[in-house]
């Protein structure tokens, strides 16, 4: 018995010195060991303008992650007001911090411990909020926040995915309970979450009901919406006792759209603790976490043809900086093609 004991000391030995010089080696590596291209921003004042490409070191692997070569990133521009950007999860200044949530990429490297996939498969998925994030070569993540990537998706449209059909699916199904025959008032419809709640509504058997600029009417009913409702000349409160109110708007027209639930209805606000609630429902504001099983849900709906993605400017990691301040409106994901 002894003996058996003294075996696994040995083995939990040899196991952390393993983990140690690990751990040393991805110190190494952040102190001058291989370098990618990335994204950073360092003021949180100077917004999209504050981006700059650099030279940074390549991640290394933590216990449980991957390493991936990205191939393709998505942005949010709301991010770079978001605290996880600048700080980490015990509020420490963690600048120049690398933007970027959504990813599609090749596993390259696995840390301790981790399971579920493997070095060279297709992956794609949304990174910690907290840590460096997809605007780069290469990024580490957590295992568990990637799923696989079918063949036959391509990155640029992997990468397009995360955000806002995570955000759709979550928000319908999970906080509005969407039942079919429900009506779904979805704001911004011709974005792209809206264009993803829009679709899986339909889907599910909802009727939709899509807001925005007199310019999106014709997208936001090409991708299902049965009704569009125009936030500048229209009157919002024509809409009345609709079942599911998705804001991605805030402000006036949250306000305004609680009024239009119908009683046991629900409004679903991603932009912030909603300041209105419904007279005789619920207002519920909730942050897109990643899922494996969802993910897979969603890219399989593109490869079947019952989603479609919403991009609208693909650029090269070079031109990103560009692309990600346009000088004009853009409809459309903007997702940047880290290897073109």
């Known amino acids: ?55 940074r070191p390549e991640p290394p692997a933590a216990i449980n992650d991957v390493v991936v070569e990205v191939h393709a990133s998505g942005f949010v521009p709301t991010e770079l007001a978001w605290p996880s950007t600048w700080t980490d ?41 907290h840590r460096d994030g997809t605007l780069a070569e290469y990024v580490a993540v957590e295992a568990r926040n990637l799923a696989p990537l079918p063949g036959d998706v391509d990155f640029t449209a992997g990468a397009s995915l995360p955000i806002s059909g995570l955000t759709a699916w979550q928000g319908l199904l999970e906080h509005g309970r969407l039942q079919a025959g429900q009506s779904v008032l979805v704001h911004g ?9 829009t ?8 009727y939709v009901i899509g807001t925005g600029r007199a ?32 804001d991605v708007i805030g402000g006036d027209i949250q306000q305004r759209s609680a009024g239009l639930v119908r009683a046991g209805g629900t409004l679903v606000s991603v932009v912030g603790p909603t300041e209105a609630r419904p007279a005789d429902g619920l207002a519920v ?32 990691l070079d031109d990103a900086v560009a692309a990600l301040n346009p000088t004009e409106r853009r409809t459309g994901k903007t997702i940047i093609s880290v290897r073109p």
């Not at 970027?100 to 910690?128: C, I, P």
């Open 1 to 55: 018995m002894r003996q058996g004991i003294d075996a696994r000391l040995a083995t939990l030995t040899t196991l952390a010195k393993a983990g140690q010089a690990s751990w040393c080696s991805g110190e190494d590596s952040m102190q001058g060991g291989a370098l990618m291209k990335a994204i950073v921003v360092t003021d949180p004042a100077a917004g999209t303008a504050g981006m700059t490409l650099v030279e």
């Open 89 to 129: 999860r015990r509020d420490r200044d963690r600048t120049p911090s690398i933007p970027g949530h959504e990813l599609a990429g090749v596993v390259t490297a696995l840390g301790y411990g981790t399971t579920g996939l493997s070095v060279g498969q297709r992956v794609f998925g949304l990174t910690d909020w």
């Open 189 to 197: 419809a011709a974005g792209a979450v809206g264009t993803m709640v």
């Open 199 to 206: 679709q899986l509504a339909r889907e599910f058997g909802a």
């Open 215 to 246: 310019a999106d009417r014709q997208k936001a009913l090409d991708f299902g919406a049965q009704e569009f409702v125009d936030l500048d000349n229209d009157a919002l409160e024509d809409v009345h006792g609709v079942d599911l109110v998705f």
């Open 285 to 316: 504001d909730f942050v897109v976490e990643s899922d494996r099983a969802q993910l897979g849900e969603v890219v399989q709906r593109v490869r079947d043809g019952r989603l479609r993605t919403n991009i609208g400017n693909v650029a090269t």
